[in-house]
């Protein structure tokens, strides 16, 4: 035992003295320090600082921004979340395959990201650029923006509403839906009830609203087939007066399912007429491996009703946690 001792003794003091040893060369013979060199250092700090966050990002999770009020009140404009990118597998590079993701499905009202399938590209190089900014500032800096100078949503977040084999049918702002297997139909409000769901998708608009909203639709389903708005009946007229003053119609989808069906009952000889109120009417089929996303702001979402179900595959993320404000931070993974 004391011969044992005595060569970690020996051992400890031959490693200090080195290690000693050592530390007196590097002062002695220390480099002196320059701008170039302190320049180099700082920018081989950053380079590898900006390579190390955009891995987070893009493999363990993304900081976001809110852009815009499609999710309110869940998610307000401004809000900075989490979003969780191992959740549904793991994607290769930005928009492109994923790995891990064969028993990783999205499920029933998780709230999700994805890639806007109605996003212009300003070009590779731009897009690219873009996306390392925005995810190496960890959101901080966005510099793909609009024309109106608003920020370009190249990922959009929205709630996962319908699932495969189901249709979603819209009137007056209003979903149900039916489920695999079903021919009826069920109000959401009924549905998410008996499926334990939360109460985050709500309307604003007055039901008043929608008489002017579908009247506004019918006018333009007149023009749109070469007749005369003097020649509609009264009533389209009057309803129209409520919103003639409007800029945009508060509910497009409604407008265009009105004006449709004007133009179909117009000719139903027409068979791109018959096919697109069809659509409108019959309601939306979700295919095998696709989800139809929806915003909580119903009244004011550019959602899955006018670009249809998305892929699983171009789903890439599910937001989890909101941390800032700091007066509403809290878990989003049940919300």
């Not at 003794?9 to 002695?28: D, F, M, N, P, S």
């Not at 977040?157 to 069920?186: H, L, N, Q, W, Y």
């Not at 007066?241 to 399912?257: A, G, I, L, R």
């Amino acid at each position: 035992m004391d011969g044992f001792f005595e060569y970690l003794e020996k051992t400890t003091v031959r490693i200090l003295t080195r290690r000693r040893a050592l530390k007196a060369y590097e002062v002695a013979n220390k480099q002196p320090r320059t701008v170039v060199g302190e320049i180099k250092g700082w920018v081989d700090a950053l380079v590898f600082a900006v390579f190390a966050v955009l891995l987070i990002n893009q493999y363990v999770f993304q900081l976001f921004l809110i852009p815009s009020p499609s999710m309110v009140s869940t998610l307000e404009v401004g809000d900075r979340v989490f979003v969780s990118k191992t959740i549904y597998g793991i994607e290769v590079y930005p928009g492109g395959p994923k790995i891990l993701s064969k028993n990783r499905k999205v499920q029933r009202d998780d709230i999700i990201t994805f890639y806007n399938p109605e996003y212009a590209s300003k070009g590779p190089l731009f897009d690219i650029l873009s996306q390392i900014l925005y995810m190496g500032t960890f959101s901080l800096v966005n510099i793909d923006k609009n024309e109106d100078g608003s920020i370009a949503e190249r990922l959009y977040v929205k709630r996962a509403i319908g699932f495969p084999g189901e249709v979603v049918r819209f009137s007056e702002g209003d979903v149900s839906i039916r489920k695999t297997g079903s021919s009826e139909f069920t109000q959401e409000a009924s549905f998410r009830e008996e499926s334990n769901l939360v109460d985050g998708p709500h309307r604003s608009l007055e039901t008043n609203t929608y008489d002017g909203i579908k009247a506004w639709g019918s006018l333009f389903g007149y023009q749109d087939v070469g007749v005369a708005f003097n020649t509609a009946p009264s009533y389209l007229s009057t309803a129209y007066k409520s919103v003639q003053n409007d800029n945009y119609p508060d509910d497009m989808y409604q407008f265009e399912t009105s004006k449709a069906r004007t133009k179909h009952l117009f000719d139903p000889s027409n068979f791109d007429y018959r096919n697109e109120s069809a659509r409108y009417e019959q309601g939306i089929f979700i295919p095998e491996g696709s989800i139809l996303p929806l915003g909580d702001n119903r009244d004011n979402s550019r959602d899955g009703r006018y670009f249809g179900p998305v892929s699983q595959e171009k789903i890439n993320g599910s937001v989890r946690f909101r941390f800032w404000p700091f007066t509403r931070i809290g878990y989003l993974g049940n919300k």
